[in-house]
């Protein structure tokens, strides 16, 4: 069984910051691709940043420059830094992971639950 739990999500204002992290946990053989994703209301589910196994980063437009994905691989751990908030920032956040749970299966996604961040004064 595979969990990804996030945390450190809250409401902040306008210019603020955030950390959230997400930590893969149970049945794990090997992580490549793990991510942040958010869903605004009304809105579809978009990419925010994506890290691989090796480091290489890929960021939305919208976040470049604000916003720095890393992870712990020790850990199994995503973190993504969020600076310089805006209230469009505002949305559900979800970890992801694609991650082989045992060396005889292929790589899955694996989703977290989200974690809120609302940016308002």
């Known amino acids: 069984q595979v969990r990804l739990v996030p945390s450190g999500g809250g409401l902040v204002q306008p210019g603020g910051s955030l950390r959230l992290s997400c930590a893969a946990s149970g049945s794990i053989f090997s992580i490549n691709t793990m991510g942040w994703y958010r869903q605004a209301p009304g809105k579809q589910r978009e990419l925010v940043a994506t890290?691989?196994?090796?480091?290489?980063?890929n960021y939305a437009d919208s976040v470049k420059g604000r916003f720095t994905i890393s992870r712990d691989t020790a850990k199994n751990t995503v973190y993504l830094q969020m600076n310089s908030l805006k209230p469009e920032d505002t949305a559900v956040y979800y970890c992801n992971a694609d991650l082989r749970a045992d060396r005889y299966y292929p790589p899955r996604g694996y989703w977290g639950q989200g974690t809120q961040v609302t940016v308002s004064s």
């Open positions: 890290i691989t196994s090796g480091g290489s980063t």
